[in-house]
């Protein structure tokens, strides 16, 4: 099955900064990759997702994708405040429907 | 915008007691979806459907059952809760199953079993 990690568990930056949070997978064939954002006592939700190899960017999120290295990264310019929360990865195998989550990496935005 | 509400938001329960979690979206979603999530684990799946009537096995299904009534509700059912069960549950629902999805989250329900 797939296996994803991602890194750093916790991060803080202050604010106005870059925040850079990354995930591996298992593999290459992996049809998807999405990224969720969970806030305290709340349920996860989808901020970004990318299907083939390169890079996506909507407003302040780019991720990238890079299938040979079983690499993605998500970055956050100017960070806020507001986007302290647990970074959640998701991965998709081609053939299988099933989302594989990573453990998450927590993310503060200092003032 | 999709919308799943879960109750009960919070429940102590003793070990071999019963529990069922509830699940209902309105969103007119085919595909629901039952999740735990504890520390260093991330989101497990431990059931989902893709309609009413129909259920499928996830990653770890020992010691839970479910059952999915109608398109809108999905239930959990623990009928010999353990202490390994306790951990915070998440409902989720997508129009489609498969990688393309964005799934919707409920609010997760927070469950004790001592």
């Known amino acids: 099955q797939e296996k994803v990690q991602q890194s750093p568990e916790s991060l803080i930056v202050p604010e106005g900064a870059m925040s850079s949070l990354n995930c591996t997978f298992s593999?290459?064939?992996?049809?998807s990759i999405w990224w969720y954002q969970q806030h305290p006592g709340k349920g996860p939700e989808a901020l970004i997702?990318?299907?083939?190899?390169g890079n996506k960017k909507e407003g302040r999120l780019t991720v990238y994708l890079n299938r040979a290295s079983l690499h993605v990264s998500l970055h956050i310019r100017d960070s806020q405040p507001s986007d302290s929360a647990v970074y959640l990865c998701a991965v998709a195998s081609s053939g299988s429907w099933q989302l594989i989550f990573g453990s998450g990496t927590q993310l503060t935005v200092m003032p | 915008e999709a919308a799943v509400t879960q109750s009960p938001r919070n429940k102590v329960t003793v070990t071999g007691g019963n529990v069922t979690l509830s699940c209902r979206q309105t969103?007119?979603?085919?595909?629901m979806y039952w999740y735990r999530q504890d520390t260093g684990h991330g989101l497990r799946l431990i059931h989902y459907?893709?309609?009413?009537?129909?259920?499928q096995i996830g990653d770890v299904p020992d010691g839970y059952k479910a059952t999915r009534t109608t398109q809108e509700d999905f239930f959990l059912l623990l009928e010999l809760a353990s202490p390994s069960q306790t951990s915070l549950y998440f409902c989720?629902?997508?129009?489609?199953?498969?990688?393309?999805?964005?799934?919707?989250f409920g609010p997760g329900t927070r469950l004790t079993v001592l």
């Open positions: 989720a629902s997508s129009g489609t199953g498969g990688a393309l999805a964005e799934q919707f």
């Open positions: 459907s893709y309609g009413a009537g129909n259920l």
């Open positions: 969103n007119s979603h085919n595909y």
């Open positions: 593999n290459s064939a992996s049809q």
């Open positions: 997702s990318i299907f083939s190899n």
